[in-house]
């Protein structure tokens, strides 16, 4: 009996050692993917910005040279 006790008492923590484990590998991921996902949208909002003011500043020029 205190054999097998002491076997399940090994599996239990070595169980409970996994799921720690799994626990703070998925946060991590989730925590690397919400990072990627920040800085991804960061990028795009940055690049959408510069592009339009481009654009803004090539339809001002057009309009300034259709003027003169």
């Known amino acids: ?3 097998t ?8 923590t ?3 050692k996994v799921t720690v484990v799994l626990v703070v590998v998925l946060v991590v991921v989730i925590v690397v993917v919400v990072v990627v996902v ?3 949208v ?3 909002v940055v690049v959408v910005v510069v592009v339009v003011k481009v654009v803004v500043k090539e339809k ?7 003027v003169v």
């Open 42 to 44: 960061v990028v795009v």
């Open 60 to 66: 001002e020029v057009v309009v300034v040279r259709v």
């Open 14 to 16: 070595s169980m409970g």
């Open 38 to 40: 920040v800085v991804v």
């Open 5 to 12: 006790t002491g076997i399940t008492r090994q599996s239990k």
């Open 1 to 3: 009996m205190p054999i």
